[in-house]
């Protein structure tokens, strides 16, 4: 049992911020890796960046220098930190978590980067 609910999502200007949040609850301890992904109407979900528990990260090229994953896991909740925004950023963002062979989705997070 793992529950995730994101949150932060909305509409910024191009070269703005957002902060994403995503709670998770349930088997919370068995969970090695959290990650975001996103999808754009017509197109595929794509992974965005991974934390695992230690600390470690990936992120997506495109994504790479301008947005920064992070976890605490005293409260069991990860980040997406979104700086620079462009439009191509444009997309439902979803929270994912892996917990042995299952892997666990939150409902996601409307982002939209528009002037």
């Known amino acids: 049992q793992v529950q995730l609910v994101e949150s932060g999502g909305g509409l910024v200007q191009p070269g703005g911020s957002l902060r994403l949040s995503c709670a998770a609850s349930?088997?919370?301890?068995?969970?090695?890796?959290f990650g975001w992904w996103r999808q754009a109407p017509g197109k595929q979900r794509e992974l965005v960046a991974t934390?695992?528990?230690?600390?470690?990260?990936n992120y997506a090229d495109s994504v790479k220098g301008r947005f920064t994953i992070s976890r605490d896991n005293a409260k069991n909740t990860v980040y997406l930190q979104m700086n620079s925004l462009k439009p191509q950023d444009t997309a439902v963002y979803y929270c994912?978590?892996?917990?042995?062979?299952?892997?666990?989705w939150g409902q996601g997070t409307q982002v939209t980067v528009s002037s």
């Open positions: 994912h978590a892996e917990r042995a062979v299952y892997v666990y």
């Open positions: 349930g088997s919370t301890f068995s969970i090695n890796t």
């Open positions: 934390i695992k528990i230690g600390g470690s990260t």
